[in-house]
Nanobody, 120 residues
Framework: QVQLVESGGGLVQPGGSLRLSCAAS????????MGWYRQAPGKQRELVAA???????NDADSVKGRFTISRDNAKNTVYLQMNSLKPEDTAVYYC??????????????WGQGTQVTVSS
């Protein structure tokens, strides 16, 4: 029902910046909480940041002050601005769309991921 396509990953030196984008299909984008997750080699996928349809955000402690999540509901797009990148930020970054009704199940949709490599 929802298709997500990430872009903007690449190779960057420590201290550099990247901006990731996630384009979502569908007509009900504003109903979804959007999130960015990442998964490094040999580690579990972890939440980086999330933003509700109304614009409320939450960031992981490891990226506070460095990463900023935002969304443009008119464009069905969510962004992750990443500044002051560190080697430990290296991972595949995934876009997630989450929807829940109190009387029903949770729905989660995932993009294919985009590689971010931070290395000198």
């Amino acid at each position: 029902q929802v298709q997500l396509v990430e872009s903007g990953g690449g190779l960057v030196q420590p201290g550099g910046s990247l901006r990731l984008s996630c384009a979502a299909s569908g007509r009900d984008f504003r109903l979804y909480t959007m999130g960015w997750y990442r998964q490094a080699p040999g580690k579990q996928r972890e939440l980086v940041a999330a933003v509700t349809g109304g614009g409320s955000t939450n960031d992981a402690d490891s990226v506070k002050g460095r990463f900023t999540i935002s969304r443009d509901n008119a464009k069905n797009t969510v962004y992750l601005q990443m500044n002051s990148l560190k080697p430990e930020d290296t991972a595949v970054y995934y876009c997630n769309a989450h929807y829940n009704l109190p009387w029903g199940p949770d729905y989660d949709y995932w993009g294919q991921g985009t590689q971010v490599t931070v290395s000198s």
